[in-house]
C-alpha cells in the first residue's frame, strides 16, 4: 500500500481559472478506486460531463487539506444531489467537477475526481472497485478493505494532528462549507438517473 509520489500532482478545472494540486503526502495515503454507483454517475451528468456508463468514475479517496488551492479559490461551488447527499465540490467557471466530502470537516474526508489531474504517474494502482454491476443484476464491492482502512488510517491522524482545519473546502471555526449548497430538486434529480 505505501507509495512514493516524489511530487505534488497537479490538477485543474477545464478552462484552467481554478487549479492547485494534490500533495505528494495526499497522494501517497490516498486510496485509488473506481466507482459504478449512481450517484457519481449522475455527479458527473449534472455537470455537462460525458457519460462515464458503463465505465466507472475513478476517484482518489483522501484527507482533504492534502488537496490545495493555488489559485481560483472564488470558483469553488458546491452541489448536494440531496438534502442528506455528500457534498459535491465543482468550479463554477467551467462546471468542472472537483471533488465529493462529507457534510462536515470534523469527517475528513474527500473523493478527489481523478479526471482533473493532468498526469497520474504519482498515483498507485487502483485498489478497489465499488458497486461493481454483476451478471445476476446486483453490484459488488471487490477489495473493500484497503479502502476502508485507508479512511480510517487518515480520518484518525487528520483528527489527532488538528490538519482536518486546512481542509479547503470548510471554515474550520464554524463548520461551514465555504461555498452555499445548490440542492437538486426531486425532479431535477430523477433526470439525472436514467
Ligand atoms: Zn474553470
Ligand atoms: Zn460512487
Not at 473506481?34 to 460531463?49: K, T
Not at 456508463?53 to 472564488?74: H, N, R, T, W, Y
Not at 470537516?105 to 454483476?134: C, E, H, N, W, Y
Not at 482502512?149 to 479547503?168: D, F, I, N, Q
Amino acid at each position: 500500500m505505501r507509495r512514493n509520489a516524489a511530487k505534488d500532482t497537479a490538477f485543474s478545472c477545464d478552462c484552467g481559472s481554478l487549479h492547485g494540486r494534490v500533495t505528494a503526502r495526499g497522494a501517497n495515503t490516498g486510496t485509488r478506486v473506481v466507482c459504478y454507483c449512481r450517484d457519481c454517475r449522475a455527479g458527473l451528468l449534472y455537470f455537462g460531463q460525458p457519460d462515464p456508463a458503463p465505465d466507472p468514475v475513478e476517484i482518489l479517496q483522501m484527507a482533504p487539506e492534502e488537496i490545495k488551492i493555488d489559485g481560483g479559490a472564488e470558483h469553488l461551488a458546491l452541489m448536494q444531489l440531496s438534502p442528506r447527499g455528500m457534498l459535491r465540490w465543482y468550479a463554477r467557471c467551467c462546471n468542472a467537477p472537483i471533488a465529493t466530502t462529507s457534510r462536515t470537516p470534523k469527517f475528513p474526508f474527500a473523493g478527489f475526481i481523478v479526471q482533473r489531474m493532468l498526469d497520474t504517474s504519482g498515483l498507485g494502482p487502483i485498489t478497489t472497485r465499488g458497486f461493481v454491476p454483476q451478471p445476476n443484476g446486483k453490484q459488488s464491492h471487490e477489495k473493500l478493505g484497503p479502502a476502508i482502512y485507508g479512511m480510517l488510517t487518515r480520518v484518525a491522524k487528520s483528527r489527532l494532528s488538528g490538519s482536518w482545519k486546512e481542509t479547503p473546502f470548510f471554515d474550520a471555526e464554524t463548520g461551514d462549507p465555504v461555498a452555499t449548497p445548490t440542492i437538486l430538486s426531486k425532479t431535477e434529480r430523477a433526470a439525472l438517473y436514467p
